[in-house]
């Protein structure tokens, strides 16, 4: 997956931390230097060649306190220098319309035009958090890419089936109790709509500030189905 | 890197160390102190370790937390436990040419400032200390999705207070 950094974040990080004082490095280098020990059987003390290494290998480095540019040097570990950009395709946003009642509706396949799926858990730093536009994946490798490893995913997956269904995943940070519902408008083309109803915090007396959740959902939609999103106005709730 | 040479570890990570052990500390002398302890103990260790880079964090982060549980000094912290200088802008692999655009250290500090302090951690582990979620999660133990969710939230209010600086 390519990954574009931020462009903010790119900024601020082009601001450097204050490099740490010769003091410390020089703390550091004491304590890992190997304590001396004599060897009764050579006569030597073995401490004279690490000393010797220690000081062959200082020669290579820089003690005057700047880094050593290079990239990261952990095999794997590959630095995430910000967001990631969406991989799947641009969402689709349709016309808003009236919605209809939440009784289920099946195309005249049989299938439900929308279902709700549970157990899969995206990595969230690859995906758009804006309440308005969810993520669009109509491949299963496209999908693969962004869960997760968390054992047991696997079965999630096998609820979708990709020949004709895609999948739809929101992600937002909000307050607890903020809902994302669904109802299927079938007054003219069949359309669903989707409905944040986003909260404020909400707070319960003696409760601290409490902290913004991370909130994701994730929906198999019927391939070709119209679909769009609303937002409430936000509700504030005093427990 | 050379995975026997300690300092090309320590050069290459440790101003972001630094930076990550003074959200806690309450001073550069005590943030380099935690600093000492936490590298001498990952570079003891540091073969039997999963993931190096994470470990070296958990270190700091642990350090920092047995520190803080036992000085009840803590509690009078100073406001500002961190600072950071322009004249570095190569450290963490940032291109020098971004200097243009980069941000005056003060007005970083004072944006950072205002955030909690679990907030601040994670932003200079994500920013400076190039970890990933996953491995964010892992030295701060907290789930991924917590530490992604501090992560944006902080990076929402510093975007709002840096761009409010450069109006005004």
Redesign the interface.
């Known amino acids: 997956m390519n990954e574009t950094p931020d462009p903010f974040e790119m900024r601020l990080k082009s601001v450097a931390p204050a490099p740490p004082s010769d003091k410390l490095r020089n703390d550091i280098e004491k304590e890992l230097q190997p304590t001396p020990r004599f060897n009764a059987k050579t006569g030597v003390f073995a401490a004279i060649v690490s000393v010797a290494a220690l000081i062959a290998v200082s020669t290579m480095v820089d003690f005057g306190g700047n880094p050593i540019p290079g990239n990261n040097p952990i095999p794997g570990n590959t630095p995430n220098p910000g967001e990631n950009p969406n991989p799947a395709d641009s969402p689709e946003t349709g016309n808003i319309s009236v919605p209809a009642n939440d009784t289920p509706v099946l195309n005249p396949e049989g299938r439900p035009y929308v279902v709700p799926v549970k157990g899969l858990k995206p990595l969230v730093d690859a995906l758009d958090v804006s309440r308005k536009n969810p993520t669009r994946f109509d491949k299963l490798e496209q999908l693969q890419e962004i869960l997760s490893d968390e054992p047991g995913q696997d079965k999630s997956l096998d609820q979708i089936d990709f020949e004709t269904q895609e999948v739809l995943i929101f992600t937002w940070l909000g307050w607890k109790l903020d809902k994302l519902t669904y109802q299927l408008d079938t007054t003219q083309r069949p359309e669903i709509i989707f409905t944040h109803r986003p909260m404020d915090q909400v707070r319960r007396i003696g409760d601290g500030p409490g902290e913004p959740h991370l909130h994701f959902e994730v929906f198999a939609i019927e391939k070709g189905t119209l679909w769009s999103v609303e937002i409430e106005e936000k509700q504030t709730i005093i427990q | 890197?050379?995975?026997?040479?300690?300092?090309?570890?320590?050069?290459?990570h440790?101003?972001?160390?630094?930076?990550f052990a003074r959200q806690r500390a309450d001073c550069?002398a005590d943030a380099?102190d935690i600093?000492?302890t936490a590298?001498?103990r990952f570079?003891k260790h540091r073969e039997s370790a999963k993931?190096?880079?994470?470990y070296l964090y958990s270190c700091v982060s642990s350090v920092s937390n047995d520190r803080y549980r036992s000085d009840s000094r803590r509690r009078e912290r100073e406001k500002k436990a961190w600072?950071?200088?322009?004249?570095?802008?190569?450290?963490?692999?940032?291109?020098?040419s971004?200097?243009d655009?980069?941000?005056?250290?003060t007005e970083?500090e004072e944006a950072m400032a205002t955030l909690p302090e679990e907030q601040r951690q994670v932003?200079?582990l994500?920013?400076?200390g190039?970890?990933?979620?996953?491995?964010i999660a892992e030295v701060l133990s907290i789930p991924?999705?917590?530490a992604?969710?501090?992560y944006?939230?902080a990076?929402?209010v510093?975007?709002s207070r840096l761009s409010e600086g450069a109006e005004s």
């Open positions: 890197m050379d995975d026997r040479n300690w300092q090309q570890w320590f050069d290459r440790g101003a972001a160390l630094i930076l550069c380099e600093v000492q590298f001498i570079w993931d190096p880079l994470t600072y950071i200088k322009a004249d570095d802008a190569n450290v963490g692999g940032a291109s020098s971004n200097s655009t980069a941000f005056e250290p970083i932003v200079v994500k920013i400076w190039e970890l990933t979620f996953k491995n991924a999705n917590t992604a969710s501090r944006r939230l990076i929402n510093l975007k």
